[in-house]
């Protein structure tokens, strides 16, 4: 059977869901130069983002072979964090999201306050 996010038995659903986490665009972003990037470089660079959330991220994205975790052996532990060919191939189409909403943030922004200020778009009754 043919992958089809539209089938709620579909597990590309699931997958659809991972990439459109909220973090995990920003995740990719940062890891998107090629090479290692260290938890706290991660954290440093996503604005917001907890600790513990980040870990969980980082575990379901290296779950879904993502991304790569790599511990060197040193006092304290070094653990770095690279994409996968498989999430390298996520990087343009996630850049492409990116660079849209960079682009359009004023529109939005702009229809969000007509749509509040019209009580939500419907004219009074």
Known sequence: MPADVLNQDCPSRTVLRHLT???TPL?????SNGGHVRFSELRRSIQGISPK???ETLRSLERDGLVRRDVTDSRPPRVD???TPLGASLVQPLASVRE???AHVGEVVA????YDENAGGHPAA
């Open 21 to 23: 986490d909220r973090w």
């Open 27 to 31: 995740i990719v972003t940062v890891l």
């Open 53 to 55: 959330v980040l870990t």
């Open 81 to 83: 964090y690279s994409l």
């Open 100 to 102: 849209w909403a960079e």
């Open 111 to 114: 229809n969000r306050a007509a």
